[in-house]
């Protein structure tokens, strides 16, 4: 089996990923006492040197666990089930590889020198909102946040997420997940609440995450925690990277048979 095609490297090489751009995440929210998205964030480590090569590394990383997650949707790996409520748990692994596909794009494009611009996520809520059922399809997403933030929240509470790790993970793992699945939690109902505000004629101001703490800032207590939070699940993804159990499958082979199939048919 090839090592280069196993959905377990791509896994692992996504949660390194993630855990780097959330661990600077967390201390640029900290050290400035201001919002800074995963954007932003990308365009700070390019600054830095040998920053696009390290761009390039981290998007082939996010671009790995983008393909991990939805592969596993598709798969069924966490074992959701066919029903109307697996598929429904089986939507949120998907959503977020199609998320971390697009931080890739993202990231690719900074590492090339453009996308220096910002409100993408604006721009794009805007021209969603002009369609036909715009506020329908924003409304729908505005609840989905919510519904992120409620999963996020939940695994905080039960530390389910331990029940992916191997036994020899650190102890700092459950309180690191805790803290980071809580702070996600605090930000995906902030960008739920955008969204659904924009929807029903307000929000006036930019979405997503870099606007979610901004929002954040004015909530003295309350930002310093989210903050800590995101550098924390920085830390639980780096050590998800090492200690996760992952159901391993060879991309490779299966993309064989595939074609295979397709030529057969």
């Known amino acids: 089996m090839s090592k280069i095609t196993q959905l377990q490297t791509f896994a692992r090489a996504g949660y390194t990923a993630r855990g780097i751009v959330y661990l600077l995440l967390g201390y640029f929210a900290w050290t400035t006492g201001g919002g800074e998205g995963t ?29 991990f997650r939805l592969y596993g949707a598709w798969i069924d790996l966490d074992a959701k089930g066919s029903d109307a409520k697996g598929l ?71 530390a389910s997420f331990m029940d992916d790790l191997d036994a020899k993970a650190p102890r700092v793992a459950k309180a690191a997940g805790q803290a980071g699945y809580g702070a996600r939690g605090v930000v995906f109902a902030v960008i739920g609440w955008q969204i659904l505000s924009l929807a029903f004629g307000g929000g006036g101001g930019e979405l997503g995450m870099e606007a979610a703490l901004q929002e954040l800032r004015s909530r003295d207590w309350l930002f310093p925690l989210v903050a800590i939070g995101l550098g924390a699940f920085g830390l639980f993804s780096l050590i998800m990277a090492r200690y996760a159990q992952i159901r ?3 991309l490779g082979r299966q993309a064989k048979q595939a074609g295979r199939w397709f030529r057969r048919g």
């Open 39 to 67: 954007t932003t964030v990308m365009r700070r480590i390019q600054d830095i040197p040998l920053g696009t090569p390290m761009l390039f590394l981290i998007a082939f990383g996010l671009f790995g666990y983008g393909l």
């Open 88 to 158: 429904f748990g089986r939507a949120g692994p998907a959503l977020s590889g199609v998320a971390h596909l697009m931080l890739t794009v993202g990231a690719i494009t900074i590492a090339l020198g453009a996308g220096k611009g910002g409100g993408g996520e604006r721009e794009m809520a805007d021209t969603a909102q002009s369609l036909p059922g715009g506020t329908a399809l924003l409304i729908i997403a505005g609840l989905f946040g919510f519904g992120a933030a409620i999963g996020n929240f939940i695994k905080a509470w039960s």
């Open 248 to 250: 391993n499958v060879d």
